[in-house]
């Protein structure tokens, strides 16, 4: 079964400070894709970055880094010199091909407060 | 628009009414799903559509939850005799097609008060 554990409900850091977010999956199947996804104050959840199961090249784009690990599972989110407005709500989501690709497991959630 | 539009953005209903939730999903996309996050909780999985498919109801919480798809596009969510516990923030997303590769897009959610 699919499963995506954020185990970090709440992260408090300063302004400037790095912060990674931890995502762990369990999946049977070898095809897959993980995302990110945004959370800010407003409520509309803002896609971030989608990963497929092939590729566990890390990825950065600006302050932002993602650390695909298939060995452990993992799918971490970095953030570099964090900033107020990083402060969100952020879901590392799971879809599986093998179901037929449709139904996305998203984690609980990890809640930043990012302080100035 | 280019989004995904919901509407309402809030309803406040007494318990025992009835409601309807509607999603407008992006042109063009095939697939399209309904969400529920609760306070500070993460997002349930209610129901998907894709294409002309019958929908996937397995999240669905209980029988007085419903939705329905029209002309492959705008979708409502209806929920019957409202309770206290279905308070939430109802989110709609679609994809452009049923692929796992393809992105969900959210819309701004409809924030249901249940009294």
Redesign the interface.
């Known amino acids: 079964a699919q499963k995506v554990t954020q185990a970090q409900t709440e992260i408090s850091v300063v302004e400037k400070e790095d912060v990674t977010l931890d995502c762990v999956y369990e999946t049977r199947d070898t095809t897959y894709y993980l995302f990110w996804y945004k959370q800010p104050p407003s409520g509309e959840l803002v896609f971030l970055i989608r990963r497929n199961s092939f590729d566990e090249q890390n990825e950065i784009s600006g302050r932002y880094s993602w650390n695909f690990q298939k060995s452990t599972s993992s799918f971490n989110f970095t953030i570099t010199a964090s900033q107020v407005v990083d402060s969100a709500v952020y879901f590392c989501a799971l879809s599986e091909a093998g179901t037929g690709g449709f139904k996305t497991i998203f984690g609980a959630g990890t809640r930043l407060f990012v302080k100035a | 628009g280019a989004g995904v539009s919901q509407s309402p953005s809030n309803k406040v209903t007494e318990k025992g009414k009835d409601v309807e939730l509607r999603c407008d999903p992006i042109s063009g996309h095939t697939?399209l799903?309904w969400?529920r996050q609760s306070l500070g909780?993460?997002?349930e999985?209610l129901i998907?559509f894709?294409g002309n498919s019958a929908p996937?109801k397995s999240g669905l919480p209980s029988d007085r939850f419903s939705a329905e798809r029209t002309g492959g596009s705008v979708s409502t969510l209806t929920i019957q005799r409202t309770q206290q516990e279905d308070s939430a923030?109802y989110?709609c997303?679609s994809r452009r097609t049923?692929?796992?590769?393809?992105?969900?897009?959210?819309?701004?959610?409809t924030?249901l008060t249940v009294l």
Do not use: N
Request: glycine fraction near 16%; aromatic fraction near 24%; charge should be negative.
């Open positions: 697939a799903y969400y909780q993460g997002l999985f998907y894709q996937d923030v989110l997303a049923s692929g796992s590769a393809d992105t969900q897009y959210f819309g701004p959610g924030r």
